[in-house]
């Protein structure tokens, strides 16, 4: 029958169209395939008529070795069947993957118990080939049993079950083993045994070439591989990967550049073209060489400018060669009694570029045959007549009857380069028509800090008779770049409002019916030197009437340009967008909390990227340093490093990076949260430093918190810390989102998991993923179209509506005290979702946790008021929250202590202990009276708890309505303070 059995299944192997062979796998190296051996396998069996070796030809004439064994019906079977000895290569961990049939027992009659479906594998180590077989020897790998059995009826319809198994091995330490089956008493056809062991295979990231690693042999260990830089490319960070027991890369760090000359392509670094050029190490393009360019060579990090064109030092490689310009057109000039002004057109050609600017030489020539000289520093230009950037200029105080000659020259970046001549135009004129001076030497009668006299003689016999005389005068340190004048019609004059302890030149020249003369001789006065005090009414009454005229001249050109520029902004503001409004605010600070920036909507841009680059600071990634990977983010790994900035000192930084691959909206959701945090700036909220966005990969780096998430310190730290170190730490998360509150930001996340906590246990509030803009109104929220919820840290409202506030993150934060003082327990433990929002809504809160104060777990139920409007604000929690710590004792009383309190909001009093005198008159609507309060010494709640109505008409509140108001508040308030301090809590 065993034998009958045996032929049965073999033929049931053939012509069947099984595929034995496997499809190769890259991080796989096989020592052994019974499916790939052309000759013997040379297996031994033990006894020699156990299993039999039997061997087909498939379809493409290759041999199938097969083994079978089927002695079902004889009891006490121990058939071995040994491999050949297999080296074991690098490898320390082996893979032995099975395919095999197995009869099902049940099919075959007449057979007892002495039927397996079952068979062991086993194994030898052994640093040679040897023929002898002792089954002591080999070590039990495992039982192997098969998932799919066949029976008599599935291999006459031909439906084969064919099962595959893979066991592990290891660590093998010697120089090969051998593989051993043992059959029990089974009906098996063992197809094909591969053998392999993994390995992580060469290849190449960020430009480095990784080799062929064998991982290590607990399946936990990674192998820490550095990379070699392709051919071309060279070290920014050192390249490193992370080979994992399954022989698959994680983890790249570090990275290689192409080097200048080299461009990035398909993983390796490829010289650039001729015609193209790269002047930075960097993984960026080749660029196409600027105009009037070129490059003959490969890997050419500067295109060469053709003939007559040229780069200035300064000019990037990327800059378009240029030329000198061409000369200035249509000079003119217009002679004004002696000041001439100078007027020309630009060149025709500028050169291409766009630093433009004119030089104004200037001689000065004397009769025929002289040499003309260069203008001695008498004549003045204005503005100086070197760097021009306008096409004018004045030239003053040159002498009569002389021939000036000026050159005019346009220059740019590259004038005068490669030897190229400079182009000038000329123009000559003549000053003939400036008569002789008629003015004697000016003298100085007196002077003052502020004011000067002056006097000169007239021309003994004039050629015709003197009409006035103009005084012209400026400061010698600045007279290149402006002057003042005044008239007199007798030869004397008082000059005010000049600067005290100034040097200052002058002076005059006289005016006839012909024109005016020439200027007299420069003289300098200095004001104040003058030992006189005298002073003439004369002077006296001019300097006064001319600060009077002044001052109202003044105040009237103040008013004009103050209602100007005011109807300039209405305008300008009743036109902008509403993002664009509140970009304005955010930039000007214009808020409605003094020195708090309103948060900008990063989706109110119809650009995100301009976000970013708006909030965000951008890093050059060389100045980061990643040293670990610390965790795993939505978008990529999250690691730990170091951020160099010139001129401080190196900081520790953690840093998120976007995983390759991600599509441009994963690209702008993680960008988003930079656009969020770099618009924040306060101790408790996470600090951003920068971003990386113009290279790979994009980065977000930020501020690094040593002790984690608050809620994993907390577990680890289980019991560690003080009520008052707890309550600070309550306090830092407070502080933080008072400022995103009054901010008009919701955060909509608030939880432990999304709170930091450094090495000096300040709290900071971080992941701004949900977050969201409040509007100008308060009481404004934001409703969501769609996304996760975390239901146990979630308002009700925001649960059922979708609605989120600032009171609707009071919520969560109470949530966020429970998860403190219970050291990060899950709130509402293991209840489902469901269940949390059935019993929020039937009135449950979670109870306090053990050892909580009596005072904080108010606070919490508080926060978790069902009417958002009866919730405090953080402004009251930060203020209650900094009572408590001043007056630790109010934490003495235990939660378990007490047993009378209300379990549900529902049940408290109306007005909550942490408010301020002004807050409850504002619940009352009575805050109209609250100086009144103030001023007769009424500043805390337990003061007015003693008030009658006498106390409050004392106070000035005189209409009987307003009266009998506030005295019921105050007997609520009354009643309220007794429940607590009868229950061991003292306001």
Request: overall charge negative; some cysteine; charged content about 20%.
């Amino acid at each position: 029958m065993g034998y009958k059995l045996r032929i049965y299944l073999s033929f049931a192997l053939m012509g069947i169209g099984i595929t034995l062979s496997e499809p190769e796998h890259p991080n796989q190296v096989v020592l052994l395939d019974t499916t790939s051996v052309l000759g013997e396998l040379g297996w031994m069996t033990y006894p020699v008529n156990g299993w039999d070796a039997i061997t087909e030809m498939d379809e493409q004439n290759r041999p199938i070795h097969t083994f079978q064994v089927c002695h079902v019906m004889e009891p006490n079977q121990n058939n071995w069947l040994r491999s050949s000895w297999i080296a074991r290569q690098a490898a320390e961990r082996i893979y032995v993957e099975l395919r095999f049939t197995l009869r099902d027992c049940n099919s075959i009659p007449w057979v007892s118990g002495t039927c397996k479906e079952t068979f062991n594998l086993h194994y030898l180590e052994s640093e040679e080939s040897h023929n002898h077989f002792r089954p002591a020897d080999y070590a039990k790998i495992d039982t192997v049993a098969a998932d799919e059995s066949f029976t008599q009826t599935d291999v006459g319809e031909r439906v084969l079950r064919l099962n595959t198994e893979v066991r592990e091995l290891g660590p093998v330490r010697t120089s090969g083993f051998y593989l051993a089956f043992q059959d029990v008493g089974a009906c098996i056809a063992l197809l094909s045994v591969r053998v392999y062991y993994k390995k992580c295979p060469s290849t190449l990231r960020n430009l480095a070439a990784f080799p062929d690693t064998v991982p290590r042999v607990h399946s936990s260990a990674l192998v820490e591989v550095r990379g070699a830089c392709v051919q071309n490319a060279e070290e920014r960070d050192t390249p490193r990967l992370y080979c994992s027991a399954d022989g698959d890369w994680l983890v790249p760090l570090g990275r290689c550049v192409c080097s200048v000359g080299y461009e990035e392509s398909d993983g390796l670094c490829l010289a650039c073209k001729p015609g193209f050029y790269k002047a930075f190490a960097g993984n960026i393009k080749c660029s196409k060489c600027p105009p009037h360019s070129y490059s003959y060579t490969e890997a050419s990090a500067l295109c060469h400018c053709e003939k007559g064109y040229y780069r200035a030092t300064k000019d990037p490689p990327s800059t378009a060669c240029t030329r000198p310009p061409s000369l200035p057109r249509n000079v003119v000039y217009i002679m004004n009694e002696t000041a001439l002004f100078l007027h020309w057109a630009p060149p025709s050609d500028a050169g291409g570029r766009k630093d433009l600017t004119y030089n104004v030489l200037c001689h000065r020539c004397g009769g025929a045959g002289q040499v003309c000289q260069p203008c001695t520093s008498d004549v003045r230009f204005v503005p100086p007549p070197v760097g021009l950037t306008r096409t004018s200029v004045a030239v003053l105080d040159f002498v009569a009857n002389a021939n000036y000659t000026f050159q005019i020259e346009a220059v740019n970046g590259v004038s005068g380069m490669g030897g190229a001549a400079r182009q000038m135009a000329n123009i000559t004129i003549s000053t003939e028509q400036a008569g002789p001076s008629l003015v004697g030497t000016v003298k100085k009668d007196w002077s003052t800090q502020n004011s000067m006299a002056l006097s000169w003689q007239e021309a003994e016999q004039p050629h015709a008779p003197i009409l006035d005389y103009e005084i012209k005068y400026y400061e010698k340190e600045h007279e290149q770049l402006s002057y003042s004048s005044t008239r007199t019609k007798v030869p004397s004059a008082i000059v005010t409002g000049l600067k005290s302890s100034t040097v200052y030149v002058f002076h005059v020249r006289a005016r006839t019916a012909a024109g005016y003369s020439s200027y007299s001789p420069k003289i300098e006065f200095i004001t104040g030197d003058d030992d006189s005090e005298e002073v003439s009414d004369q002077g006296q009454v001019l300097v006064i009437v001319t600060a009077a005229v002044g001052g109202f001249s003044l105040l009237v050109i103040l008013t004009l340009f103050l209602l100007i520029t005011g109807r300039c902004q209405w305008y300008i503001k009743s036109k902008m967008k509403p993002q664009d409004k509140r970009r304005t605010q955010y930039q000007n600070g214009h808020v409605p909390f003094p020195g708090i920036k309103t948060y900008v909507d990063p989706d109110t841009y119809e650009d995100p990227s301009q976000a970013v680059h708006d909030f965000a600071k951008e890093i050059d990634p060389s100045r980061i340093h990643i040293e670990r990977v610390i965790g795993a983010g939505e978008f990529g790994e999250v690691c730990s490093g170091r951020l160099r900035t010139p001129g401080k000192k190196e900081i520790p930084v953690a840093i998120k990076t976007l995983k390759g691959g991600y599509t441009e909206r994963q690209r702008r959701d993680f960008l988003r949260e930079a656009s969020i945090m770099g618009q924040f700036d306060n101790p408790n909220i996470i600090r951003l430093e920068g971003v990386v966005t113009k290279s790979r990969p994009v980065m977000i780096v930020v501020e690094y918190m040593e002790n984690g998430s608050l809620d994993s310190f907390l577990r680890k730290h289980d019991g560690h810390f003080t009520v008052i170190q707890l309550v600070g730490m309550l306090r830092g998360i407070a502080s933080g989102m008072m400022y995103l509150s009054d901010t008009g930001y919701v955060h909509r996340d608030l939880a432990a998991r999304n709170i930091l906590v450094d090495d000096n246990l300040v709290c900071k509030v971080s992941d701004f993923g949900l977050s969201r803009v409040l509007e100008d109104d308060p009481e404004a929220s934001y409703t969501t179209t769609g996304g996760k919820i975390p239901i146990r840290w979630t308002a009700p409202e925001a649960i059922q509506y979708r609605k989120f506030t600032s009171a609707s993150d009071v919520w969560s934060y109470g949530i966020v005290m429970w998860e403190v003082m219970s050291y990060g327990e899950r709130p509402y433990w293991e209840m489902s979702n469901q269940d949390v929002i059935l019993s929020i809504e039937e009135g449950y809160r979670l109870p306090a946790p053990m050892g909580c104060p009596i005072a904080l777990h108010q606070l919490m139920v508080h926060c978790w008021q069902k009417e958002r409007s009866r919730r405090p604000r953080f402004h009251d929690l930060l203020s209650f929250l900094d009572q408590l710590i001043r007056n630790p004792s109010s934490l003495l009383t235990l939660v378990e202590d007490v047993h009378s309190l209300p379990e549900s909001p529902e049940d408290l009093p109306d007005y909550p202990l942490f408010i301020s005198i002004g807050d409850w008159l504002d619940s009352i609507k009575m805050s109209q009276y609250k100086n009144n309060f103030i001023a007769a010494g009424y500043t805390t709640l337990d003061s007015i708890s003693t008030m009658n109505i006498d106390d409050v008409r004392r106070i000035g509140v005189s209409l009987i309505g307003h009266q009998r108001r506030i005295v019921s508040s105050i007997q609520t308030l009354r009643l309220q303070i007794m429940h607590i301090q009868q229950n061991g809590f003292h306001v």
